[in-house]
């Protein structure tokens, strides 16, 4: 029987270069055959771009341009202080090139993926972990049951192939949610977009942020301000994952949340 086929997406800043994620993930996705597109951005390295092509050994490879979104972030009325929304606005321009770019590649092809995953450079598995259950997944979109923080968890998410045009509508709802003065987080952004086309389904996959030890800073912690109506639905989805989560939540006492950064030193990068 033949495995179905996930085409896993890296988009963006290639943070981290690590054999043990690369391994890791195609543990977690054993049961399916895996295939790499990397879309960097223009300008890294060109030893840490060789890096990531001897080893992942991608089917596509093409830089994006990253924009600098300065007048655009002009017009934000409420960031989230916890991100940086010129970051934030090329995370979504990367995600949405790419996935327009494979999408118009596969457009004459009779094979296609069954699923397409967005994935990051520094994320780490933990062990024995599995991302896909047993949920079908038509017009779903499926993501970890953590680190939703103010909205849905927008690090890893996989969807049908089908629906990558669905991300065609992504920059016009960006624009109408800077204009109407909407709470601009990276996670709120993502779930207010992702509930007007998708079914959204959990799984319990866990996994690390990678960060360098040796450039790790801590922000200090602002309150970012809100409209009424973020502020309340920010409650709600918390509140819906406490729920979700009962028993590790109000039971267990398990913070499903708490310490995804790993930190590892710049000199095992290559690890």
């Known amino acids: 029987m033949l495995k179905k086929k996930i085409l896993v997406i890296i988009s963006g800043k290639l943070t981290f270069f690590s054999k043990k994620n690369f391994y890791k993930i195609k543990e977690s996705f054993k049961e399916y055959d895996l295939e790499f597109c990397l879309f960097p951005w223009q300008g890294q390295s060109a030893e840490l771009k060789k890096k990531f092509l001897d080893l992942y050994k991608p089917i596509h490879f093409e830089e994006i341009k990253a924009h600098d979104f300065e007048k655009e972030v002009k017009f934000i009325k409420f960031p989230d202080y916890a991100g940086n929304p010129i970051g934030t606005l090329n995370m979504y321009r990367s995600i949405c090139a790419a996935f327009n770019i494979v999408d118009r590649m596969y457009f004459k092809k009779l094979n296609k993926p069954d699923y397409v995953l967005r994935f990051r450079s520094d994320i780490l598995p933990k062990d024995n972990q599995k991302f896909i259950n047993k949920a079908k997944i038509e017009r779903s979109i499926l993501v970890p049951d953590r680190y939703h923080w103010n909205g849905l968890n927008d690090q890893i998410f996989l969807i049908n192939f089908k629906d990558l045009k669905v991300f065609e509508n992504f920059n016009n709802f960006l624009k109408k949610h800077i204009e109407k003065n909407r709470f601009f987080s990276s996670e709120y952004i993502f779930l207010r977009f992702v ?48 729920i979700r989560n009962f028993k590790d939540h109000y039971i267990k006492k398990i913070n499903r949340n708490k310490f995804q950064e790993i930190f590892i030193d710049l000199d095992n990068n290559a690890s």
């Open 195 to 242: 509930k007007k086309y998708f079914k959204i389904q959990y799984t319990n996959f866990d996994y690390n942020i990678m960060r360098f030890k040796n450039n790790f800073k801590k922000f200090k912690k602002i309150e970012s301000k809100k409209l009424l109506i973020d502020q309340i639905n920010c409650k709600i989805n918390k509140f819906k994952f406490k």
